[in-house]
């Protein structure tokens, strides 16, 4: 599976972006996901959706952030809002295979993009 995210860039607190994650290689993606991290911090989970829509959110990003996915296309989006400067961060993709279930798994997959930088401007 080949993951390529793209829509990251620089953009002033308060305002918006959307991240895309074109999935290829095999045309069955089950879990997917989207992380992050800072410079100098850990990867953190930002939100996650299985095949079917049911979605999991951090805290940190619940009620700005929106996950969703075209499972047509194999592609999976991140509408970001109300960004903050504590939203800087490499963006990444990550995706499971099928067989998946009713809700993501809360776990990492096997997967990985390059990532997208956003950048959130004070």
């Known amino acids: 599976v080949q993951l390529v995210e793209s829509g990251g860039g620089l953009v002033q607190a308060g305002g918006s972006l959307k991240l895309s994650c074109a999935a290829s290689?095999?045309?069955?993606?089950?879990?997917m996901g989207w992380y992050r991290q800072a410079p100098g911090k850990g990867r953190e989970l930002v939100a996650l959706?299985?095949?079917?829509?049911?979605?999991y959110y951090a805290d940190s990003v619940k009620g700005r952030f929106t996950i969703s996915r075209d499972n047509r296309k194999n592609e999976m989006y991140l509408q970001m809002t109300s960004l903050t400067h504590d939203d800087t961060a490499v963006y990444l993709c990550?995706?499971?295979?099928?067989?998946?279930?009713?809700?993501?798994?809360?776990?990492?997959?096997?997967?990985w993009g390059q990532g997208t930088q956003v950048t959130v401007s004070s």
């Open positions: 959706i299985a095949a079917h829509g049911n979605a």
């Open positions: 990550n995706v499971d295979k099928c067989p998946g279930l009713e809700y993501p798994g809360r776990y990492e997959y096997p997967y």
């Open positions: 290689g095999d045309t069955c993606i089950a879990d």
